[in-house]
């Protein structure tokens, strides 16, 4: 049994927790039980601790105390979605418990999960039952009590993954809508996860590896080391994954686009993602035509010829990983400018909003945003996303809009980050509510003016949205099956259909848009204008006393976003 845990274990720890929810991400994205395609809470959690993962790989520490901190602060930088901010407050809890620890052993790791879950705890508003929360809670009561019993941390840590598995399995009796669905709570099976992981590095369990038997570390190798320069015929070994834009996409179009300007060519795919690889001359018009089919989310070029030719001769061979090395020399050797320094305040008030679609992107950019994240929905971006373009932002006082309920907790870790700015996050839960406190922003006003007339502004807007169900559901007294439209009215599901115009019909006789005085109609990038103006066409009918306006938002998954006010 190991009885405790040193700086270079606590780091193959963390690396393996990542490989372990990886592992199992699609089956935590399943336990979701809204049938809207989203930001899941799987996907959410595994990039969250990937960015951990990658901090553990990068660096060696000395002690437990200093590898908690990096992870915690990679985890705080890296979070996406509630799941990933909850988790890295746990772990932030946790790297405050053991800060002076060399070394630590079961009563150490008891306290560190005790402090992770105060930590969490505190930093949530409301907190419910038969959630992540309750799983970390009761794990942490079973390490303490057994901690008394048994100082040896593997044991220790094998008794709280034992109790939350029992938690787990009481949160669908917690939660009425996981109990409706049969299924227990997704951030408590990923938490339960990641502890098990940790345990089976302990253990010294091999790491999950990719799909089809290959690791993701061996999957991505470029093979130019058995050909000569001369013997490559397309010098640029290209990979990248591509967040899909909806469900059932048709990739046998790109397969031959792909096929037709290289060789080597591998796609592999889940319901969310592909991943392609493939050696082309000409890497940028292959993430280009990707585009077409989702959000281009990660991607990795190397030259195999000048791999090839650094080989033979014996150099080092450069790849991506020494993209962090080149990238601190020329920043070395711009003349005294530091690239990576936050803007210096040129006006008083500053702006920062999420959204994905060029459209989009447009009216905010018109309205004065000065900084614009990518994403919402179908992928939440990080802490460190935010902050990126919070810290670009010339102003003293920077408003964050996130325009999504899953991405305002994520907003509101820069406000401790941020260095030199005071940081406002507005609790914007949709693109037409941050819109509207953008025009409400009144560059004169003072600090508590101006953000009383934001809020002020975005309070009263009513939002709908129509998408697609993304799985089969039964869900708020729906029988849903996937490829469904979906009506949503203020995230809640408004209705069901198998035709585009009849959720259309519906949702323009509801009582929000009967009554609104100005309506905007955004249409996403998966609409024609000629759908979009047989759209405007059922509002104007439905809806004679409003304003309306149709606009081309440009948005992934959502074909419709409607704001009344």
């Given at each position: 049994m190991v009885q405790t845990i040193d700086a270079a274990a606590f780091q193959r720890m963390i690396i393996?927790?990542?490989?372990?929810?990886?592992?199992?991400?699609?089956?935590?994205?399943?336990?979701?039980?809204?049938?809207?395609?989203?930001?899941?809470?799987?996907?959410?959690?595994?990039?969250?601790?990937?960015?951990?993962?990658?901090?553990?790989?990068?660096?060696?520490?000395?002690?437990?105390?200093?590898?908690?901190?990096?992870?915690?602060?990679?985890?705080?930088?890296?979070?996406?979605?509630?799941?990933?901010?909850?988790?890295?407050?746990?772990?932030?809890?946790?790297?405050?418990?053991?800060?002076?620890?060399?070394?630590?052993?079961?009563?150490?790791?008891?306290?560190?999960?005790?402090?992770?879950?105060?930590?969490?705890?505190?930093?949530?508003?409301?907190?419910?039952?038969?959630t992540i929360l309750t799983v970390s809670r009761l794990s942490a009561a079973r390490a303490a009590g057994y901690a008394r019993e048994d100082n040896c941390v593997e044991q220790v840590l094998e008794a709280a993954i034992q109790e939350g598995q029992e938690a787990l399995a009481n949160t669908v009796n917690q939660n009425p809508v996981l109990k409706k669905a049969g299924v227990?709570?997704?951030?408590?099976?990923?938490?339960?996860?990641?502890?098990?992981?940790?345990?089976?590095?302990?253990?010294?369990?091999?790491?999950?590896?990719?799909?089809?038997?290959?690791?993701?570390?061996?999957?991505?190798?470029?093979?130019?080391?058995?050909?000569?320069?001369?013997?490559?015929?397309?010098?640029?070994?290209?990979?990248?994954?591509?967040?899909?834009?909806?469900?059932?996409?048709?990739?046998?179009?790109?397969?031959?686009?792909?096929?037709?300007?290289?060789?080597?060519?591998?796609?592999?795919?889940?319901?969310?993602?592909?991943?392609?690889?493939?050696?082309?001359?000409?890497?940028?018009?292959?993430?280009?035509?990707?585009?077409?089919?989702?959000?281009l989310e990660l991607a990795k070029i190397e030259n195999m010829r000048t791999q090839a030719d650094d080989l033979a001769a014996g150099r080092h061979v450069q790849s991506t990983d020494d993209l962090e090395q080149v990238e601190a020399e020329l920043e070395a050797g711009e003349s005294g400018c530091d690239q990576s320094a936050p803007a210096q305040p040129e006006k008083k008030f500053g702006y920062v909003a999420v959204c994905a679609g060029a459209g989009l992107e447009a009216v905010f950019r018109d309205l004065g945003v000065d900084g614009l994240v990518g994403g919402g929905q179908t992928m939440n971006p990080s802490t460190e996303d935010i902050l990126r373009e919070v810290e670009r932002t010339p102003a003293e006082i920077v408003y964050v809009l996130p325009n999504n309920k899953n991405i305002i907790m994520a907003a509101e870790q820069c406000q401790r980050l941020c260095e030199g700015k005071k940081v406002v996050v507005l609790p914007t839960k949709t693109v037409p509510q941050g819109i509207s406190a953008m025009l409400c922003a009144d560059p004169d006003a003072t600090e508590e003016e101006n953000t009383a007339a934001m809020i002020q502004g975005f309070a009263h807007v009513h939002t709908s949205e129509v998408t697609y169900a993304a799985r089969d559901s039964d869900f708020d007294g729906f029988a849903i099956k996937q490829g469904d439209y979906l009506a949503l009215e203020e995230h809640q599901l408004f209705g069901t259909a198998r035709e585009l115009d009849e959720i259309l019909d519906r949702l323009a006789h509801s009582d929000s848009h009967q009554q609104a005085e100005f309506i905007s109609i955004f249409y996403g990038e998966d609409v024609t204008e000629e759908q979009a103006r047989r759209a405007e066409d059922i509002f104007v009918r439905a809806c004679p006393k409003a304003e309306i306006t149709l606009l081309s938002g440009g948005q992934p998954v959502y074909y419709y976003m409607i704001s009344a006010e």
């Open positions: 393996h927790a990542h490989a372990a929810i990886n592992h199992q991400k699609q089956t935590i994205n399943d336990l979701n039980v809204f049938p809207v395609p989203d930001g899941d809470t799987g996907t959410n959690m595994t990039l969250t601790i990937g960015a951990a993962a990658r901090e553990m790989k990068k660096n060696r520490y000395d002690t437990v105390g200093q590898a908690a901190q990096g992870t915690a602060s990679a985890l705080l930088r890296g979070a996406r979605g509630n799941s990933g901010v909850i988790l890295s407050l746990l772990f932030r809890g946790f790297s405050k418990a053991v800060k002076d620890k060399q070394t630590i052993d079961g009563r150490d790791l008891a306290i560190a999960l005790d402090f992770g879950v105060a930590a969490a705890y505190k930093a949530v508003m409301k907190p419910a039952e038969g227990v709570d997704a951030g408590g099976k990923g938490f339960l996860v990641i502890l098990q992981g940790m345990l089976d590095e302990l253990r010294g369990l091999p790491m999950p590896e990719a799909e089809g038997g290959e690791s993701q570390e061996t999957a991505d190798k470029a093979d130019f080391v058995t050909m000569s320069a001369e013997e490559i015929t397309f010098a640029f070994d290209t990979v990248f994954i591509v967040r899909k834009s909806r469900e059932n996409v048709n990739l046998e179009p790109f397969r031959t686009y792909l096929n037709s300007i290289g060789d080597s060519l591998v796609i592999g795919e889940d319901d969310e993602a592909f991943k392609v690889h493939v050696h082309t001359n000409i890497p940028g018009q292959a993430l280009t035509e990707a585009q077409k089919y989702g959000t």
